[in-house]
Each structure stands twice: as structure tokens, then as C-alpha cells.
């Protein structure tokens, strides 16, 4: 038990999917594990484990933000011995030739700040994703079909961003999305030595105003969890 996890020793597994809302930890835990046992409820941020093809898997909520995953992520890792952890969030497009629905597999993760950043002080570290998992996760979105895009992603802190300069270069540096938490996932994986992938499902279209309807978005993000599903145990 930890100060924000009050799973016991052993219910956490070494896979763990990091979605932000716990609601949606609920619902992908009960779609595609076997016997899924809620492991973690303090705070309201729920986690369940379970098995998926005989592996055991924790799908666990990380809340929205940087700092809010920092928290998680370290005492997944540093206390309860996570290995893989991949997060399956939303994201909101950056370049014209991706559409709403579309994945995005994000090979590295470039952000203006996050609860690293003091380690490195003036140096700018680039954290990126695993490749094995990347690798693994693009062959499976191959496999079942589904529109995938790999490339540099862009984690903020800032949910409503008013800075237009920043996102035009972004743009035009050929960043695919924008998310919230996935650089400091990167971050903490580097410094422990585990394996970290981000799965980002474009909910919002930031060039064109489009989003995704509400009604649609289960079905859209369990595609999602598949092959987060299926990269981790390739």
C-alpha cells in the first residue's frame, strides 16, 4: 500500500494499461479481462486486475495531467514492480492528414514542461517510447485494421492552451497530436528502466474544430486497448 494506491502486494500485475479516467479503467477492465478484481479505489482512482489470454494485466487509472501520472506511474514502478506500463488515452490532431478515430503510436514525446524536469535542469532530454512495444503495437493495428499513425507527439500541461504560436510550430515540425501525460511516462520509464508506450486515439480535431461524438467513443477507444493488449505480450 502506498500514499495514492491501496492495492496489496501482488495484485498489481507487471503489465499495466494507464488510461486517465478511472471510469474508463472500469470499463476496458470488465471488456477485456478474465475475473477482474478491483485492486485500488482510494481517491476515486480505480484499478482492477485481472488476466487477458492467461496474462495478468492491471488497467489503472492515471488521472489528467502530467503530475497526476507522475504519481501513479512511480508508485506503480517503484512499489509495486510494474514493467510495461502503456498509456491508452485521447489526443487532439495536429496535422491535416490525420482523422478523427485515428491512432497514434507516439515514438517520442516533446513537452515545454513536466515533474522531470528539474533533473535535467538545462538540458533537454528527449524521452521516447519503447520500440519493442511500438513495433509490436504497430503490427497489431495493422492486423485488425485499424488507421495508425508513428511520429513525435506533444504532452501539455495546459489543457486550455491559448498559445497559437506554439501550436503553429508544432504544426509545422510535423507533431502529430497533442496529449497530456505521455512525456512524463517516457521520463519515469527511462530513469527505471521499464518499457513505456503511448496509445493515443485522436478524439479532436484541433485544425478542422471536429470531435468525436460521445456515443462513439467506447467503441473507437477499445480498439485502442487491444493492441495495447496485444503489444504487450507479442
Same mark, same amino acid.
Given at each position: 500500500m502506498t500514499f495514492?494506491?491501496?492495492?496489496?502486494?501482488?495484485?498489481?500485475?507487471?503489465?499495466?494499461?494507464?488510461?486517465?479516467d478511472p471510469y474508463r479503467a472500469r470499463w476496458a477492465a470488465q471488456k477485456y479481462l478474465e475475473n477482474p478484481v478491483l485492486v485500488n479505489e482510494v481517491r476515486g482512482m480505480l484499478g482492477y486486475t485481472g488476466t487477458w489470454r492467461g496474462h495478468r494485466v492491471t488497467i489503472h487509472g492515471s488521472g489528467m495531467g502530467m503530475p497526476s501520472l507522475s504519481i501513479?506511474?512511480?508508485?506503480?514502478?517503484?512499489?509495486?514492480g510494474a514493467q510495461t506500463l502503456i498509456r491508452i488515452g485521447s489526443a487532439g490532431a495536429l496535422q491535416h492528414h490525420i482523422n478523427v478515430r485515428d491512432v497514434v503510436l507516439a515514438q517520442t514525446a516533446s513537452t515545454y514542461g513536466s515533474p522531470s524536469r528539474s533533473i535535467f535542469r &538545462?538540458?533537454?532530454?528527449?524521452?521516447? !517510447?519503447?520500440?519493442?512495444?511500438?513495433?509490436?503495437?504497430?503490427?497489431?493495428?495493422?492486423?485488425?485494421?485499424?488507421?495508425?499513425?508513428?511520429?513525435?507527439i506533444y504532452s501539455s500541461d495546459t489543457f486550455y492552451d491559448e498559445r497559437d504560436d506554439l501550436s503553429q510550430q508544432l504544426q509545422r515540425h510535423g507533431t502529430l497530436c497533442v496529449e497530456m501525460e505521455a512525456a512524463e511516462l517516457y521520463m519515469l520509464a527511462h530513469?527505471?528502466?521499464r518499457r513505456a508506450l503511448a496509445i493515443l486515439t485522436?478524439? &479532436?480535431?484541433?485544425?478542422?474544430?471536429? !470531435?468525436l461524438p460521445a456515443s462513439d467513443r467506447e467503441t473507437s477507444f477499445g480498439a485502442m486497448v487491444e493492441m495495447a493488449l496485444e503489444a504487450a505480450f507479442a
Open positions: 495514492h494506491i491501496g492495492a496489496k502486494p501482488g495484485d498489481i500485475a507487471e503489465t499495466v494499461l494507464l488510461p486517465g501513479y506511474a512511480n508508485e506503480l514502478m517503484k512499489d509495486y &538545462d538540458m533537454n532530454f528527449a524521452p521516447c !517510447a519503447d520500440f519493442g512495444l511500438l513495433s509490436a503495437a504497430h503490427a497489431a493495428a495493422l492486423k485488425i485494421g485499424v488507421p495508425v499513425h508513428v511520429g513525435g530513469r527505471h528502466q485522436i478524439s &479532436d480535431h484541433i485544425l478542422r474544430d471536429e !470531435a
